[in-house]
């Protein structure tokens, strides 16, 4: 009777012990499961915060240089001959471009965002209900901006040199599930001049200043 007993005792241990290791894989996988769809979420987030950054600094430096000309041409008889990249009010759009992103993202510098548990796990019923998981943006590292400019084709008998500005910048996502670093770029138009016939014979780059 005694043997019977310690043997039920022990099959109890077993199932219990069993029980218990797949409660905490579950919890395990439950958890990485979570980790990953916060981290996705917070790259979503971060990239349309940055984009927003960059873009709400173009809108304000394009503005600033609106009077400005950052191609010069020279004509001959109506066909530009010759174009000059305005290397100082180019290098001065550079300029002010990467200190308003700074300004911008340090006037910023822990902008949150806030989502629901339910939302992480992928509720359509309970979306939006359940308690909120909060997400910090900050600044990491420099922000970079590059000019370039360059002939393509433009159509019929037509060439196009535009201008072009590249900003990238990383951002820090400090979530529940860790610190995710991501980095963004992106790339808008500055200038662009369409030219009909050949291509200018004589045509001054950005110099490397």
């Known amino acids: 009777m005694l043997v019977r007993k310690k043997k039920k005792h022990f099959?109890?241990?077993?199932?219990?012990?069993?029980?218990?290791?797949v409660i905490a894989v579950g919890v395990f996988l439950?958890?990485?499961?979570?980790?990953?769809?916060?981290?996705?979420i917070a790259k979503i987030e971060c990239e349309s915060y940055a984009d927003q950054i960059i873009n709400d600094a173009a809108a304000y430096c394009i503005?600033?240089?609106?009077?400005?000309?950052?191609?010069?041409?020279?004509y001959?008889?109506?066909?530009?001959?010759?174009?000059?990249?305005?290397a100082e009010e180019v290098n001065a759009f550079k300029s002010l471009m990467t200190e308003e992103i700074n300004k911008m993202l340090i006037s910023q510098s822990s902008h949150e965002f806030k989502i629901s548990l339910s939302t992480v796990l992928?509720?359509?019923?309970?979306?939006?209900?359940?308690?909120?998981?909060?997400?910090?943006?900050?600044?990491?590292?420099?922000?970079?901006?590059?000019?370039?400019?360059?002939f393509s084709e433009g159509g019929m008998n037509q060439t196009v040199h535009r201008i072009t500005v590249d900003v990238s910048v990383t951002l820090l996502s400090v979530t529940p599930a860790g610190n995710f670093p991501f980095d963004y770029s992106t790339e808008f138009?500055?200038?662009?001049?369409?030219?009909?016939?050949?291509?200018?014979?004589?045509?001054?780059q950005i110099p490397n200043t």
């Open 189 to 204: 138009l500055l200038s662009e001049t369409v030219i009909v016939g050949q291509t200018p014979s004589v045509y001054a």
């Open 76 to 86: 001959d008889q109506s066909r530009i001959t010759q174009i000059t990249v305005n």
């Open 30 to 40: 439950i958890d990485r499961i979570i980790d990953k769809k916060i981290e996705s």
């Open 63 to 74: 503005d600033k240089f609106s009077d400005k000309s950052f191609v010069d041409k020279s």
């Open 122 to 150: 992928g509720s359509n019923i309970f979306a939006g209900i359940g308690p909120e998981i909060e997400m910090y943006f900050q600044k990491e590292g420099s922000v970079n901006v590059s000019i370039d400019s360059g």
């Open 11 to 21: 099959k109890l241990k077993v199932f219990v012990l069993i029980v218990l290791m």
